[in-house]
Nanobody
């Protein structure tokens, strides 16, 4: 099983980024994005069932971030708009048999991709 994340970068406040994560090796039922800022614990950002019928977002990103997946392949996405300096963090994709917003439920993780938002 492999999750390969990409798409991080540096943007100014108000800008946008799209993170991607290629998932392979098994069949998943749900996936999520988490983030970890320096000196803080890894926190939930967004989660979705594999087919997209269920989605959930952290209050801090609701209305600005959109989680999704390409139906043609197993590429997971996190579209981030109206970025704020407090969104600066390492962003991780994760997948499992059933969707969840709980960090400890996930065993398959991608490597982090860094998002830096300057004011």
């Amino acid at each position: 099983v492999q999750l390969q994340a990409s798409g991080g970068g540096s943007v100014q406040a108000g800008g946008s980024l799209r993170l991607s994560c290629v998932a392979s090796g098994t069949t998943f039922g749900g996936y999520a994005w988490f983030r970890q800022a320096p000196g803080k614990e890894r926190e939930f950002v967004a989660a979705s069932s594999w087919r997209g019928e269920y989605k959930d977002y952290a209050d801090s990103v609701k209305g600005r971030f959109t989680i999704g997946r390409d139906n043609t392949d197993n590429t997971l996405h996190l579209r981030m708009n109206s970025l704020k300096p407090e969104d600066t963090a390492l962003y991780y994709c994760a997948a499992r048999a059933r969707w969840s917003r709980r960090r400890d439920d996930y065993t398959f993780w991608g490597q982090g991709t860094l998002v830096t938002v300057s004011s």
